[in-house]
């Protein structure tokens, strides 16, 4: 099994979205807190899809909060590269928000979580009750994985992107830390009023 406590879950953002976060946390789209001013990062024709993806308890995605269980992925690439149509963003405006599975536990926060991208017909969900086995469902070697083409493995890219699902608004006490890649991008966390000690420059979690 492994360690909860280390078991990280990464959110990407823009780092203009953090005004709201100590008055609210993190809020999905259909939360009575919800930023009606709230811009997603992004394939906006993805999102749209994975809103009205239906999951097997009846549920959307669209109710759900994701994180994934890696950095690098490959969304990151598509927003900083510009591809499939998506505005480009520098890295510096990007900031990962981290969490860990111990957390979201600790909060009593619902969460189910996948072994590969959601809305892949391959990819099977889980809940609470499979979270002690949590380190044989997902793949930590594709999760790792700096690069997700491979000729012989087609499956690595859906496998990279498992993810963690979580229900409900996400308090900030359930936030580890916050990574960005610059400087620049620590100073205005540090501005607008997070801890210094909870940001951590890491330019090689992007591209």
């Not at 669209?62 to 950095?71: A, D, K, L, S, T």
């Not at 598509?78 to 969490?99: A, D, R, T």
Request: glycine share 6%; aromatic share 14%; with cysteine.
């Amino acid at each position: 099994m492994l360690n909860l406590s280390k078991n990280y879950l990464f959110r990407l953002t823009h780092i203009e979205k953090y005004v709201r976060y100590f008055q609210y946390g993190i809020t999905h789209i259909l939360s009575a807190n919800a930023n009606i001013e709230y811009k997603a990062i992004g394939d906006s024709s993805l999102i749209s899809n994975r809103n009205a993806f239906v999951l097997p308890n009846g549920k959307t995605l669209g109710q759900y909060i994701p994180f994934y269980f890696g950095v690098r992925m490959p969304m990151l690439y598509v927003i900083q590269k510009g591809y499939n149509g998506v505005h480009i963003i520098n890295p510096e405006n990007i900031v990962y928000c981290i969490s860990s599975v111990e957390q979201i536990i600790k909060h009593k926060l619902p969460f189910i979580f996948t072994n590969g991208h959601a809305v892949d017909g391959l990819t099977e969900f889980f809940d609470t009750h499979d979270i002690s086995n949590i380190g044989n469902i997902i793949d930590t070697k594709a999760i790792k994985a700096k690069y997700w083409r491979d000729d012989n493995d087609l499956d690595l890219k859906r496998r990279k992107e498992a993810e963690f699902l979580i229900e409900s608004d996400i308090p900030p006490s359930a936030i580890s830390g916050w990574v960005v890649y610059n400087e620049k991008a620590k100073a205005v966390l540090i501005e607008i009023g997070i801890a210094v000690s909870t940001i951590i420059i890491k330019p090689d979690y992007y591209f």
